[in-house]
Each structure stands twice: as C-alpha cells, then as structure tokens.
C-alpha cells in the first residue's frame, strides 16, 4: 500500500514537471512565433539592394578612374610648359630691351645730322648707312617680339588648361573618396542586416526545435497522465478490497 501511495505521489510530481516545462516552452515557442518572419524576406531583399547599389558604386569609380588617367596624359606636359613660358617672358625682356636700344639709336640719327657732344658732323653716308641698318634691326626685332607674344600667349593658355584639368581632377578625387566611403558605410549596413538574417534563421530553427520538444512533452504528459490515472485505479481498488476484507472480519467476529 505505502508502494502504491509513494508511486502515485511520484507520477504527480513528474506530471507538474511536465505541465511546469510545457507551459516554459509553449512561452518561449510564442515569443519567437511573434517575430515578425516576414522582415526576413525583406531583410534579404534590402541585401540584394545594396549589392546592386555597390556595383554601382564601383562601375562609377572605374568610370572616374579612367577620365583621371586621360586627364594626368593632358597635364604631363604641364611642368615643361612652365619652364618653356619662363624662358619665353625672359626672352621677350631682352628682346624689348634691344629694341628699345636700337629705337633710341634710330631716333638719334634720324633727328641729328652733328654729334651733341663734340658737336662735329655726321657723314652724310655713314648717317644713311645707319638708319637703313637701324630700321632693319627694329623692323626685325619687331617681328620677332610678336612671334614671342604670341608664343606666349599660347603657353599662358595651356597652362591655363592645365589649372582647369588640375581642379577637374581634384574634383573627381574628391567624387571617388565620397564613393569609396559610400561602400564602406553600405558594407557595414550590409554587414548587420547579414547578422540579422542569421539571427532570425536560427530563431525559426530554435521554433521548430521547440516545437518538436513540445509535442514529445506532451506524449510524455499523456503517458505519465495514464500510468498515474492506473496506479490510481489500482490503489483504489486494493483499497476497496482491503475495506471490505475488514468490514467482513469484524462481522465474523461479532
């Protein structure tokens, strides 16, 4: 009889263990059915967005990269171009100082026929001579003090161009430094939206687990439900029996 009670009492307390872990399990199965799983997809669908949007990223960096090299072949010779216009602006000075020279030089003969000095006059032929040579000489440097303008002229607008391709390529360095951090932010983005998805995966995994563990808690509920409700009919029944055999003795006794 005390085997039986001790049993019964056993197959109680497993039965409140099971009820008690059953009703943790079904809590923690709710709480992950409530995640919202559809987030998933769309999780997975912002990943392939910024996928897109990275290659994008680097098609342009390669699109800017390839007008940067174009841009350093134009500005090569930007450093000769300087030296040569150097030389051009100190060529025209000496050019303008020997002009001015031999423009004094014609003048003079032009406008006298006896030295101011020595107050002596001036040949008639070697006067001639001179201005001819003189005029040549201002002719001659004349046209080669225009051909020098030019000539710088030219170099002062290619080094202009050169300022131009110079800012131009600072300002697609700049584009390519916003690019690349543009990637970098979006890979970080990429990178949590990655361990979010993980992270719901295993959830959904961690369900199924639960839900497999509490369909076999109640198996084990029901199965513990059954041995109790026997050992509780069979102590019943030994009680019942036991009842009457005293009942009946003490009758035979009377």
């Known amino acids: 009889q005390s085997e039986l009670v001790r049993n019964v009492s056993d197959l109680g307390h497993q039965c ?4 008690q872990k059953y009703e943790t399990e079904q809590k923690h199965y709710k709480a992950i059915s409530d995640l919202n799983l559809n ?9 392939e967005k910024n996928r897109e949007a990275e290659t994008e990223y680097h098609r342009q960096i390669d699109t800017i990269n390839r007008e940067l090299e174009k841009h350093e072949v134009d500005i090569r010779d930007r450093d000769k171009t300087e030296k040569k216009l150097n030389q051009l602006t100190k060529l025209e000075a000496k050019i303008e100082q020997n002009l001015n020279t031999h423009q004094k030089t014609l003048n003079f003969f032009e406008e006298n026929d006896s030295c101011p000095t020595c107050t002596q006059p001036i040949a008639v032929d070697f006067k001639r001579d001179k201005i001819t040579y ?25 080094i202009s161009n050169f300022a131009n391709i110079a800012n131009k390529i600072n300002e697609l360095n700049v584009n390519v430094s916003k690019l690349q951090t543009s990637i970098e932010e979006l890979n970080k983005y990429s990178n949590n939206i990655h361990n979010e998805i993980v992270s719901l995966q295993n959830k959904q995994t961690d369900g199924k687990e639960i839900e497999g563990q509490l369909e076999q808690l109640k198996v084990d509920l029901e199965k513990t439900k059954l041995e109790k409700d026997k050992i509780t009919q069979i102590y019943g029944h030994f009680f019942e029996t036991h009842k009457t055999y005293v009942y009946a003795f003490k009758e035979d006794e009377i």
């Open 16 to 19: 409140d263990l099971i009820e």
């Open 134 to 158: 003189e005029k040549g000489k201002v002719v001659s440097l004349n046209d080669g003090m225009k051909q020098i303008m030019d000539e710088i002229a030219k170099h002062e607008t290619a």
């Open 39 to 47: 987030d998933l997809e769309g999780k997975r669908k912002t990943l």
